[in-house]
């Protein structure tokens, strides 16, 4: 990752994933530290950051819920008539897991 001294809109959108992210590493604390001033800044790119962080949150919280047993059903049934099938992707619709294949 290239340093940055400053940022822009661009800067900020381009890096808007890893500045959500905050301390997972891929920013040091001065790109964290430019990119939050200019989110305050800029309350623009302020809000984009605060969609992605709610967007994030909706999505954790939805993948904690177990889908209807009818869904369930519907999908095994479905994936049992499918049988997608190329070099690198099969489906086992027993376990429905994805496997892919090494080349």
């Known amino acids: 990752m290239s340093e940055i001294e400053s940022a822009d809109c661009k ?5 808007l994933y890893e500045f959500v992210d905050g301390d ?4 040091d604390q001065k790109q964290l530290s430019i990119l ?8 623009h790119c ?4 605060d969609v992605e962080r709610h967007l994030r ?8 819920n177990r ?3 009818g869904l369930r059903a519907k999908l095994h049934a479905r994936l049992e008539e499918i049988s997608i099938s190329d070099d690198q992707v099969s489906f086992s ?9 090494d080349n």
């Open 24 to 27: 997972q590493g891929a920013l």
């Open 36 to 43: 939050e001033q200019h989110a305050v800044e800029c309350s």
């Open 46 to 49: 302020a809000d984009a950051a």
């Open 93 to 101: 619709s027993s376990e429905t897991v994805v496997y892919l294949r």
């Open 11 to 15: 800067e900020f959108f381009d890096r």
């Open 67 to 69: 889908a209807p047993e």
């Open 57 to 64: 949150q909706l999505l954790r919280s939805a993948c904690m």
